[in-house]
């Protein structure tokens, strides 16, 4: 009883009611803005407000957290003033609290609204640009944030900047290879070889594969066969990137070989050849269209076949290519004319019986 009784007197006091009240507040309005959220993202993303939607989806969880925070925090300073303890930190802890979800909040309205805004509908967006400004921005929150802490221990910004242009030079030869690559990120963002979707080939490191992203360290590639590869941006200020995204035609080129007995039909497969080449719309008609005999081997008569098509997906061209092979075939079969292969003669010489004297 006396236990009971000590605690409901501990319960009745100004400071512990006050907590307890601050506490249930805390509570209901953490409920009421999850329920406001869920509102008001079902209106935002109806509509074309995407700017709205990502600042409610970035100010959620950290508006959540400093209410949460804030009466907790309250709370105890109370009950600390009751029992005569420290209470000096809850001022400090608040801030630097404040300040961390304010960094929060910013990282993420930047990355909400570089996605939302590169799925607008009916409005192209260059994904590298967006990427590339993401980053700055992501960088330049960090840096505020971290002078901005520094502030409430009492450190001088002014200090920290001076320590900074001498410690810039050691950590300069410190991470020379990772300042290569941060500023090879910057040459691509700015001499723009290629952009985040291009299929790029590195022919000296044997790599191609399509642009997935473009980091501050290394630039991400998948491959043909589905393998994620890794390249440092540091590297393409040396090597020779070949675009295959930027390409405006594509050649179509092969060898036809044919026997020297089908050398009369030549002429009129060549002819038909190259209306075949002609009539497909698929076939830029500005650039030459060249069917000719070009070598004499020796066991065929090679005819070389050239053209520049306006289709440049890998996809489309290889469907153009097969049509455009069974077509050049049927040319070859409509004229009786048939495929050459590689032919070797061979003397088989019976030499005579000689006579052996008995």
């Known amino acids: 009883m006396n236990t009971l009784h000590a605690v409901y007197k501990i319960l009745l006091q100004g400071c512990v009611i006050r907590a307890c009240i601050a506490l249930i507040i805390t509570g209901l309005l953490c409920f009421g803005l999850r329920l406001l959220y869920k509102k008001m993202v079902r209106r935002f993303d109806q509509g074309a407000y995407f700017i709205s939607s990502a600042s409610v989806k970035a100010l959620y969880k950290p508006l959540i957290i400093f209410v949460a925070v804030i009466g907790a925090t309250y709370s105890f300073e109370w009950l600390c003033w009751h029992w005569a303890l420290e209470a000096q930190q809850f001022q400090l802890f608040r801030r630097l609290v404040f300040i961390a979800l304010l960094a929060w909040f910013l990282w993420r309205f930047v990355t909400f609204y570089s996605a939302a805004f590169l799925k607008r509908k009916n409005k192209t967006a260059d994904a590298t640009l967006v990427h590339a400004l993401s980053q700055i921005a992501k960088i330049a929150i960090v840096i505020i944030t971290a002078l901005s802490s520094s502030q409430l221990f009492g450190l001088s910004i002014a200090g920290i900047l001076a320590f900074g242009g001498m410690g810039g030079i050691l950590i300069g030869f410190a991470a020379k290879d990772l300042l290569a690559n941060i500023f090879g990120s910057l040459m691509l963002f700015l001499d723009r070889p290629f952009v985040i979707g291009d299929q790029i080939v590195l022919p000296a490191l ?14 991400r590639l998948l491959a043909p066969d589905g393998r994620p590869v890794y390249i440092p941006n540091a590297l393409f200020s040396n090597l020779v990137v070949e675009n ?38 698929a076939i830029d008609k500005e650039r030459p269209i060249t069917v000719n005999l070009s070598e004499l081997a020796h066991s065929s008569l090679n005819i070389s076949v050239n053209a520049f098509t306006k289709l440049v997906k890998s996809a489309d061209f290889l469907k153009l290519q097969q049509t455009l092979h069974l077509k050049l075939l049927d040319c070859i079969h409509s004229h009786g004319a048939k495929w050459a292969f590689p032919t070797n003669i061979c003397l088989n010489t019976q030499e005579s019986e000689l006579s052996v004297p008995k």
């Open 206 to 219: 044997k790599v191609e594969g399509q642009v997935q992203a473009i980091g501050w360290r290394v630039c």
């Open 244 to 281: 295959r995204s930027r390409m405006k035609h594509r050649r179509f080129s092969c060898t036809i070989s044919l026997r020297y007995q089908d050398i009369e039909k030549i002429p009129a497969i060549l002819q038909a050849m190259q209306s075949v080449l002609q009539e497909s719309a």
